[in-house]
């Protein structure tokens, strides 16, 4: 699109599904680029596909940006790119994507986003190779080539999709704030996934072995401390408290019989809060700034949910997280304890996300209802729900016989 621009122009500019470009046909080269998220910047383009941010609308003027864009088109012109690139070029200005990544997108990530410090571990891990690399050598045929290696590794689809979204957010932040012009991914298409493919969840005998599993280890833990008290007592020292009057030994089962029972995710139970608890009610309520879809949802509680929570809590009045770490705050990670409840139970193949996949399994099985089982769930499309279908109690086959 090309017009003069005009102040009243920039208050007519909306954000699209897509970025797009608005070009000046009072000053060659000069354009604006206007976001979905809705931030407009004047660019300069010259040579072939050559182009830099000059600044933000309403931080830089029109006319600003008219004399920048004039400026670098003639010194374009005689010295075959604007001075102030060559200087960049020959500056290293270009932060590298280890040094965008701890400057700049790390403190972004860790005040806005709800997982914003997995979101930059993950980013470390999994373009570990390319940190050292300057932003815009960032470019769609290495990332398609580290893809490759993934999938020929053995990684999922899927995995390699979440890995290249996260990459694709931070760019994205780099564009907005002007360190790259363009978003070098934008043409990187994700992956196909089969979204109905096999679903991994528990069966009857699994469940019954992982149930006696915890179990065991809680009888296991409470003789070690009967053994630790005995040998106390023996010198005369100040006994360790009786896990034999606890309900539970840990936070461990109580955490496992949650998440079978009401499908939440392991960072919405490490984020449950006991004012998140209503007993009087039988629900509890995970946060929407906690939750992977950012939206609120009550969770009714069982038989077993409520009677987990109300051992857990005992006759105490409860404050702060649920299942806290020892120094009171968040948990965040229960993996070798867990690892060592699957051995026990000679359970394979096997993540505590598949706990959510039993529970969501098991109401379809019984009959409950598709959007229902969303609901509880938390999913933001029924089509991420639809992986359960087949479980249905033939659905499939009686439709079948109407004909």
């Known amino acids: 699109m090309k017009t003069k621009f005009t102040a009243k122009l920039l208050t007519t500019l909306a954000p699209q599904e897509k970025a797009y470009r608005v070009h000046d046909t009072q000053q ?65 200005a270009m932060p590298t994507l280890e040094a965008f990544l701890r400057d700049q997108f790390e403190p972004w990530a860790l005040a806005h986003q709800r997982d914003g410090d997995n979101s930059v571990r993950a980013i470390r891990h999994s373009f570990a190779d390319l940190l050292a690399l300057p932003m815009d050598q960032v470019t769609q045929k290495r990332i398609e080539q580290v893809r490759t290696g993934w999938l020929a590794a053995g990684r999922s689809p899927a995995t390699a999709n979440r890995n290249v979204t996260r990459l694709k957010g931070l760019l994205s932040r780099a564009v907005e704030w002007g360190v790259l012009p363009e978003h070098p991914l934008a043409k990187v298409k994700r992956l196909k996934v089969d979204g109905r493919g096999r679903v991994r969840y528990l069966d009857l005998a699994e469940e019954q072995a992982l149930r006696k599993a915890l179990a065991d280890r809680e009888e296991s833990i409470r003789a070690d401390r009967d053994s630790a008290n005995a040998w106390r007592a023996a010198r005369n020292r100040e006994l360790l408290p009786d896990l034999r009057a606890a309900k539970f030994a840990d936070h461990l089962k109580p955490l496992v019989l949650l998440s079978l029972n009401t499908g939440m995710r392991r960072g919405e139970v490490f984020n449950l809060h006991w004012r998140d608890v209503n007993f009087q009610g039988k629900f509890l309520t995970v946060e929407g700034e906690t939750s992977k879809s950012g939206q609120t949802r009550h969770i009714p509680l069982n038989k077993e949910a409520l009677a987990v929570l109300k051992a857990w809590r005992g ?10 770490a020892k120094d009171a705050g968040r948990l965040d990670n229960v993996k070798k304890s867990w690892d060592g409840v699957l051995k026990l139970a000679k359970v394979e193949n096997f993540r505590w996300h598949d706990l959510r996949h039993t529970f969501a399994s098991k109401l379809v099985m019984a009959g409950v209802a598709l959007n229902t089982v969303r609901e509880l769930l938390g999913h933001s499309d029924i089509a991420m729900t639809l992986r359960y279908a087949h479980l249905a109690p033939d659905t499939k086959a009686a439709a079948v016989e109407l004909i």
Not at 40 to 65: D, I, P
Not at 315 to 324: E, M, Q, S, T
């Open 28 to 92: 060659p080269g000069l354009c604006i680029r206007v976001l979905p998220s809705g931030h407009m910047s004047y660019m300069v383009t010259w040579g072939r596909n050559k182009t830099a941010t000059l600044g933000r609308v309403n931080v830089v003027t029109l006319e600003q940006a008219r004399r920048e864009a004039a400026r670098y088109l003639a010194e374009a012109h005689e010295h075959g790119e604007p001075l102030l690139i060559t200087q960049a070029r020959l500056s290293d």
């Open 315 to 324: 006759d105490l009045v409860r404050v702060g997280f649920v299942f806290p």
